[in-house]
């Protein structure tokens, strides 16, 4: 996935890894780079900058460790495309792999460990840019929850990301300005539907939806219980293929995987705070029957099993 875009705007190939973060201090956010193993001309970076955001795709080759104290004013969008990237911030960690994106807010101290052949894509988002894109709320900032997701689960934020993609690539060098205003507003609707957000409980896309309003608070109320098709479709007086169609467009899943994301992230939570310390009694009280199945999806979605986040809870 993206691993071939942005040909056209390589920058480094084959370059010391001291070359490219470099760049990236320049260009793309502040940091620090620390050398865990070896020293290999093995990195390489291509950029470019469209309707106010930039684009990059980022290989360090090496073990490294990159921190950041804080990034100025901007988000950055972090998809894994290869290898894994391990995110370290107080007494919290998750490790990322492919497919997997998160969101890093602004202010927000990074401490990051790239495997050797870990490869990103990161959109930088200024932050006049992404509260542009909320009106009606105020002076609220939008502040991201550090919650990987993965990007096999959100198809149409996937397809609007791969159709910019391939768009640069058929320009190459050619203006592409009217391309990416096009797109911008898609984009940053997108990821405020997929990733969760300090505006996600305000139901941005249920203001106008009563309905789904309803189903979101009674998914959140219940998320213990088996929660069916039938049952969101007499809470809200919607049926079913509406319900359907309100999921696509608020969060571009189904209801059957925003229930199951749901449960998952409580049951995240009740593991982080030590409510719990037998993973099976806990699954099994969300409703997870099937413990292989549970375990996969849990690491899907986290980056993690669910052993390790026990462990960091200790």
């Not at 911030?89 to 495997?115: F, H, I, W």
């Not at 542009?132 to 689960?153: E, I, M, Q, T, Y």
């Not at 058929?170 to 609707?189: F, M, N, P, W």
């Not at 996969?296 to 979605?301: A, G, I, V």
Request: aromatic share 8%; hydrophobic share 35%; proline share 4%.
């Amino acid at each position: 996935m993206f691993s071939r875009s942005l040909a056209a705007a390589t920058i480094f190939h084959g370059a010391h890894p001291e070359d490219v973060s470099e760049f990236v201090n320049r260009h793309i956010g502040s940091h620090s780079l620390h050398l865990l193993a070896g020293e290999n001309r093995a990195s390489s970076l291509s950029y470019r900058e469209f309707a106010g955001f930039g684009l990059s795709r980022i290989s360090y080759g090496n073990h490294v460790r990159v921190k950041s104290p804080a990034l100025e004013s901007i988000y950055h969008f972090q998809i894994v495309t290869r290898g894994e990237c391990r995110w370290s911030q107080d007494d919290d960690c998750l490790t990322m792999r492919k497919g997997q994106a998160l969101m890093v807010n602004p202010d927000e101290r990074v401490d990051l460990e790239y495997s050797p052949e870990c490869e990103k894509i990161i959109i930088k988002v200024p932050e006049s840019v992404m509260n542009s894109a909320h009106p009606g709320c105020g002076r609220k900032d939008v502040r991201f929850d550090r919650v990987p997701v993965n990007l096999a689960l959100c198809p149409s934020l996937t397809n609007v990301l791969e159709a910019v993609f391939a768009e640069f690539e058929e320009a190459g060098d050619e203006d592409t300005s009217d391309i990416s205003v096009s797109y911008r507003e898609i984009i940053l609707k997108k990821l405020l539907r997929v990733f969760p957000s300090n505006l996600s409980d305000q139901g941005m896309v249920s203001a106008s939806s009563p309905g789904l309003d309803r189903i979101i608070r009674y998914i959140d109320q219940n998320a213990r219980e088996d929660i069916g098709i039938e049952e969101l479709s007499r809470v809200s007086n919607m049926s079913v293929r509406s319900i359907y169609n309100a999921f696509s467009r608020a969060f571009s899943t189904s209801p059957k995987t925003y229930v199951k994301q749901v449960k998952l992230r409580k049951l995240r939570e009740d593991l982080l705070r030590g409510r719990c310390r037998n993973i099976t009694e806990v699954a099994l009280d969300y409703g997870f029957g099937h413990l292989g199945r549970f375990s996969s999806d849990y690491r899907k979605l986290f980056g993690e099993l669910p052993s390790e986040t026990v462990r960091l809870s200790g």
